[in-house]
């Protein structure tokens, strides 16, 4: 059996984790073995440099923050997610390369087209089977995250026009990419999504045999 890499991408307050956790309880329920993740923090390495990315006091210069990012993924890809899609398990990740390109690329402006090519290369290339993007405008994010009542890591801190740009960074990427991206409306009920999303990933379990 083929292993099966699904991500989750979208802005800060649009419900990725939910989702990944919704996903994750339903696969296992149909008696899948699934690697549920996250970038950064993936791995005891992974989870001190999320540290130095979103919680550093200061700033970090935007190459060096993208590259931190790829360092992380280049470990995680290696040690976590290929071998379980070569033992043939699902992985639910919280972000991929995707999030690098909208957030280092478009919102750091350093171009999206450098940021992709430095993730593949950490990667090796590696491209998930199927990306939902869980789509929600700025605006409605940030009241979500201050209804959370939590303290705002260094990319939740950012303005508004930042987490603009990243979404529309993400719309792009979608529309460039139609096999692969999932566009679903976060705005609605969080089981609603995930239904949705159910729907949309059960013809890939079909494939997997």
């Known amino acids: 059996m083929t292993g ?11 419900g990725k ?6 996903l994750t309880d339903w ?11 996250r970038e950064p923090g993936g791995t005891d390495l992974g989870v001190e440099i999320r540290e130095i990315v979103l919680h550093h006091r200061g700033d970090i210069a935007p190459r060096a923050e993208a590259l ?18 070569e033992r043939g398990d699902i992985v639910v990740q919280d972000r ?16 999206g087209d450098e940021v992709r090519e430095l993730s593949l290369w950490a990667a090796e290339g590696l491209l998930p089977d ?4 869980l789509d929600l405008d700025e605006t409605a994010a940030r009241s979500r995250l201050n209804a959370a009542n939590k303290r705002f890591d ?36 969080p089981e609603v999504i995930a239904a949705e999303i159910r729907e949309r990933v059960a013809p890939l379990l079909a494939d997997r045999a």
């Open 68 to 85: 931190l990012y790829a360092a992380d993924r280049a470990h995680h890809i290696s040690t976590k997610v290929r071998p379980a899609l």
């Open 130 to 133: 199927v990306t939902i993007l």
């Open 17 to 22: 984790s939910t989702q990944a956790k919704l």
């Open 154 to 189: 260094r990319l939740e801190a950012e303005k508004g026009e930042f987490h603009a740009k990243v979404r529309a960074s993400f719309l792009d990427l979608a529309a460039a990419e139609p096999e692969r991206f999932i566009v679903v409306d976060a705005t609605a009920k």
């Open 96 to 111: 991929y390369l995707d999030s690098s390109v909208a957030y280092q690329g478009a919102g750091r402006v350093l171009g």
């Open 4 to 14: 099966l890499f699904i991500t989750l991408e979208g802005g800060d307050g649009s």
């Open 27 to 37: 696969l296992e329920e149909q008696g899948h073995t699934v690697l549920r993740s």
